[in-house]
């Protein structure tokens, strides 16, 4: 797995990580601890850029849900973008689909994170 973060919007919070490659028990913590890392410095919204992403068992899904709930304590947000193929079935199957929201490509997800009004 490779993450990259892709762009921070300092003046609304956002964070776009990209993960390569598959999310799994052996990369599920790292991917944890970059994110807390990044969350510590103030970022209280994440896109999470699935558009390469080409694995995910549950130890990934439970890293993107520990994401999700530890931006729910600080008030934030968690977005899924670019989702495909097998990884948007695991999501939909295991109905988290229903949980974390999901949006076709980055700029979708940036857009539902814009302030209202």
Do not use: W
């Amino acid at each position: 797995m490779e993450l990259r973060l892709l762009d921070i919007d300092r003046q609304n919070d956002v964070m776009t990580l990209a993960i390569d490659g598959g999310l799994d028990a052996s990369t599920a913590e790292e991917f944890g601890r970059q994110v807390e890392t990044l969350v510590e410095g103030g970022i209280t919204r994440v896109i999470v850029d699935c558009s390469k992403l080409t694995f995910l068992s549950s130890a990934g899904l439970a890293a993107l849900l520990r994401t999700h709930s530890r931006m729910a304590r600080k008030g934030g947000d968690v977005r899924i973008a670019g989702a495909s193929g097998m990884v948007a079935q695991v999501l939909h199957l295991t109905h988290l689909d229903r949980m974390l929201q999901l949006y076709p490509d980055v700029e979708r997800a940036r857009l539902s994170l814009r302030p209202k009004g």
